[in-house]
């Protein structure tokens, strides 16, 4: 793999705490493994605890010549070197019935006033730029586009999911932004009565409740937890990936299906069409059921169509990589410790 790269004597140091298998935690993995020589802060207290910013802060004393990165949205209260951090999105503000009050008491009197602070901010999309630009007054240059990526794994090559029925998937959290009872609702309506509809992860109540609500019980079902391999080939047996959220900062399972060969269904949400790219998805409005059913519907009809946006998906994910983006973090983060010296 190669790596991004830094001048000797030139460290970085980033928080440890965000790796995992999805989200920020997918970003946090694929982009440190990827700065060479980069090293862990010791931080002593649980990430977005009320002490947390404190802690950065404690980790950070007595460091030079380093600057201190981290792929969440997690500022230091204060810093002697130069510090970046990353926003996602601003969903805990734009679905606050997403979020405690907290919590959005933690973006407003720590993320907001660390991004002044920050020698720059580090996001996924321009649309995700835009809204924190009209969040927090900075510079527009100090916010810099990482975008996601699919991981390796996801890719047209591989086993395919058989369920003995063709299926619709859906992946990730079903939070109020993820459309869940439109989907449920549009899904239900769908001409071909022996197409499924998947949710990954674990049921949860409220989907349970739309999908009995509908009717759709034994049309409609869930994965339980998964691995990423377990993930590829059901994206790759799938019909299509249907992703239709009201907001997102960007949208990786969009990316992720395309890279698997599989057709998406999506919103037009500006993040979604941003990464999707135009002419690479079936677009419709998150608002309209019916938009939701007949898009469904064309990727049950048109195999031809299906065969299309296989071709045209690939193409774009292939456009995606996480080495882009781990080149522009180091690079960021050089020029702001050279800057400091």
């Not at 759709?216 to 019909?239: E, H, K, M, W």
């Not at 299906?306 to 781990?326: K, N, P, V, Y």
Request: with cysteine; charged share 20%; hydrophobic share 40%.
């Amino acid at each position: 793999m190669r790596t991004a790269g830094h001048s000797a004597g030139e460290a970085i140091l980033y928080d440890p705490r965000w790796s995992g298998q999805h989200g920020i935690g997918r970003f946090a993995h694929e982009i440190i493994s990827r700065l060479p020589g980069a090293r862990p802060l010791a931080i002593n207290a649980r990430r977005l605890s009320p002490i947390d910013p404190l802690a950065i802060t404690a980790g950070l004393i007595g460091k030079r010549q380093c600057a201190y990165f981290s792929p969440g949205f997690n500022p230091p209260i204060a810093a002697s070197i130069p510090f970046a951090f990353t926003i996602h999105d601003l969903i805990h503000l734009r679905f606050p019935g997403e979020s405690s009050l907290l919590r959005r008491l933690y973006y407003r009197t720590v993320v907001k006033p660390g991004a002044r602070r920050a020698s720059c901010i580090f996001t996924v999309s321009e649309h995700a730029k835009a809204d924190i630009l009209d969040w927090v007054d900075l510079d527009e240059h100090k916010v810099v586009v990482v975008p996601n990526a699919p991981s390796d794994l996801f890719s047209p090559n591989g086993p395919r999911h058989e369920s003995g029925s063709p299926y619709f998937l859906h992946v990730g959290r079903r939070a109020r932004h993820k459309n869940i009872p439109r989907l449920v609702a549009a899904f239900s309506r769908v001409k071909m009565r022996d197409a499924r509809l998947f949710f990954t992860g674990h049921p949860d109540p409220e989907t349970e409740a739309l999908i009995a609500m509908h009717k759709i019980g034994n049309r409609a079902g869930f994965t339980g937890p998964i691995d990423d391999s377990t993930l590829a080939s059901l994206y790759r047996g799938a019909l299509a990936l249907v992703f239709p959220s009201l907001y997102e900062g960007f949208g990786l399972p969009v990316l992720e299906a395309m890279a698997c060969g599989t057709p998406v269904i999506t919103s037009t949400h500006p993040a979604l069409m941003e990464t999707a790219g135009s002419g690479n998805a079936l677009f419709v409005p998150p608002e309209s059921e019916e938009a939701l059913t007949q898009a469904m519907d064309r990727m049950t009809e048109a195999a031809e169509g299906r065969a299309e946006l296989r071709t045209r998906g690939i193409i774009r994910a292939g456009a995606f990589s996480w080495q882009d983006s781990a080149t522009v973090v180091a690079r960021e983060l050089t020029q702001a410790l050279q800057a400091c010296q």
